[in-house]
């Protein structure tokens, strides 16, 4: 019972917690992702405030150094009917400057707890990982970002 339960959690099938309320989930609506610079929408709420020190791979996307210590937000935005879309986690260091352009890498990422928890999926479930970094008019970063998306609620479509 208990591997009918996971199988059918990970496919999308149940929803609920375990031990709890389960019941058959509703599909997602399917987003699209064109632009990952662009405001989102639709309500959002900031989960997490705390500055974090840089780990290598955030010193190495902002050019400083290692265990410098940045400001950090995670925004968990949602959708029209109050579900969770995405989780977006922004590092900077001082104070928030404005950007003239951004790059922006995609990749996937297995969910840790806290994210696979805020999104309603299970850990380990396979999300889209973009990985954006805001530069001023100089090219030099001011602020970078990974925005978690859930495969299941979103598609991305790049254009030139």
Known sequence: MRLAYVLLRRTGV????????VYVAHPPAMRTLTDPDAPWPYSSETTDTRPRPATEELAERLRVAPRTVLQHETVECLDPGGRSAMLVSTWWRGRRRRHASFVAELGVVSLGVEQAHALGLLVDALAYRVVRTRLDEHGAPVETADLILPMDRWTIRLAG
Not at 14 to 21: P, Y
């Open 14 to 21: 149940l929803e609920g917690e375990e031990r709890s309320h």
